[in-house]
């Protein structure tokens, strides 16, 4: 049986919401735009949080829906909303359970949700169902490291996913994308930064794949 969905972490969303600023200017708005660039149509954003990508989204794009299950962050997104460039509509649903119809999207967008949805296989199959084919999954997501790094991520999963809205340190998300069928058309690792400068740390994974 699948884990019970959650949407409730006020704690860790006002928290996000109030350091996602900071994470621009250490260099977050040039990944997000690489993320979203020469995405066109109607495209799906799951975990929209504040709405941060929204005015990323390039002109070719119609239409934005965000499902975003967490209150505040979502109100945050309906806010930002009001100054994005295409349509958008905000959803209170989740990655797992999305009420949208097959095939229904030219795009899809996951930055930083794969990590902390409930169940990621399923997640992803809900992609997979309302991409339309030949659709493409966007995706920036932090991974497992080898080494000493995964090893510490192990260790320090479940208390950060405690403190960290359900978030885990160590998932396979790559292997997770394939095995749901998607094929990943490219893919780089983005080291994370603070004001520029490289850290070690999780390894960021910015790529794009497709529904064949």
């Given amino acids: 049986m699948a884990a019970p969905l959650r949407s409730r972490h006020p704690i860790f969303a006002r928290c996000f919401a109030t350091l996602a600023p900071l994470a621009e200017t250490a260099g977050a708005k040039g990944v997000r735009q690489?993320?979203?660039?020469?995405?066109?149509?109607?495209?799906?954003?799951?975990?929209?949080?504040?709405?941060a990508n929204l005015r990323h989204y390039p002109p070719a794009v119609e239409?934005?829906?965000?499902?975003?299950?967490?209150?505040?962050?979502?109100r945050g997104c309906q806010r930002a909303a009001r100054?994005?460039?295409a349509r958008v509509e905000v959803l209170a649903a989740?990655?797992?359970?999305?009420?949208?119809?097959?095939s229904s999207f030219d795009a899809a967008?996951?930055?930083l949700v794969l990590c902390s949805v409930t169940d990621q296989g399923l997640?992803?199959?809900e992609l997979m169902r309302?991409?339309?084919p030949g659709g493409e999954l966007r995706f920036y997501e932090h991974v497992r490291s080898s080494g000493a790094v995964g090893q510490l991520q192990d260790t320090l999963d479940l208390p950060w996913g405690l403190i960290a809205g359900g978030c885990h340190l160590n998932r396979d998300t790559v292997a997770a994308i394939t095995?749901?069928?998607?094929?990943?058309?490219?893919?780089?690792n983005v080291p994370p930064r603070l004001v520029g400068i490289p850290l070690p740390g999780p390894r960021m994974m910015l790529g794009r794949a497709s529904r064949p």
Avoid: N
């Avoid at 690489?34 to 709405?51: F, Q």
């Fill in 83 to 85: 100054g994005a460039r």
């Fill in 63 to 74: 239409e934005v829906t965000v499902v975003e299950p967490e209150g505040y962050l979502r």
């Fill in 179 to 188: 095995a749901a069928g998607f094929v990943i058309a490219e893919m780089r």
């Fill in 34 to 51: 690489e993320l979203l660039a020469g995405l066109e149509g109607r495209v799906l954003e799951i975990g929209g949080g504040t709405g």
């Fill in 94 to 102: 989740w990655a797992e359970r999305l009420p949208l119809p097959d």
């Fill in 109 to 111: 967008v996951s930055s």
């Fill in 130 to 132: 309302v991409l339309r």
């Fill in 123 to 125: 997640a992803l199959a």
